[in-house]
């Protein structure tokens, strides 16, 4: 779900470290600069942070597997963001 949450708001490997200083709350909640969310799931309070610096969002991540950048070239099609038609939507990070 961080992964696409990432995707959605924008988050990407290469501006991860950038977004950090985001005034978004929910950008700030993701990459742990706000609240506690990995605490109370008993990890480190930048775990989603550390996850995207090291994979991307889902939609990098889709694309180097499965994608135009993988050997399968799959479209994502219904395996998009809501927000582009797809099915895929992630559930809010509190």
């Given at each position: 779900?961080?992964?696409?949450?990432?995707?959605?708001?924008?988050?990407?490997?290469?501006?991860?470290?950038?977004?950090?200083?985001?005034?978004?709350?929910?950008?700030?909640?993701?990459?742990?600069?706000?609240?506690?969310?990995?605490g109370?799931?008993?990890?480190?309070?930048d775990?989603?942070?550390?996850?995207?610096?090291?994979?991307?969002?889902?939609?990098?991540?889709?694309?180097?597997?499965?994608?135009?950048?993988?050997?399968?070239?799959?479209?994502?099609?219904?395996?998009?963001?809501?927000?582009?038609?797809?099915?895929?939507?992630?559930?809010?990070?509190?």
């Amino acid at each position: 779900m961080a992964l696409l949450t990432a995707e959605e708001l924008g988050v990407t490997r290469n501006n991860a470290e950038a977004m950090r200083t985001s005034s978004l709350l929910d950008v700030k909640r993701l990459l742990g600069t706000d609240g506690n969310l990995g605490g109370s799931l008993g990890l480190a309070t930048d775990w989603a942070f550390q996850a995207i610096k090291q994979v991307g969002d889902y939609g990098e991540l889709y694309e180097r597997s499965f994608g135009a950048k993988s050997e399968m070239r799959l479209e994502r099609g219904f395996n998009q963001l809501w927000t582009k038609g797809g099915l895929m939507f992630p559930a809010p990070l509190r």
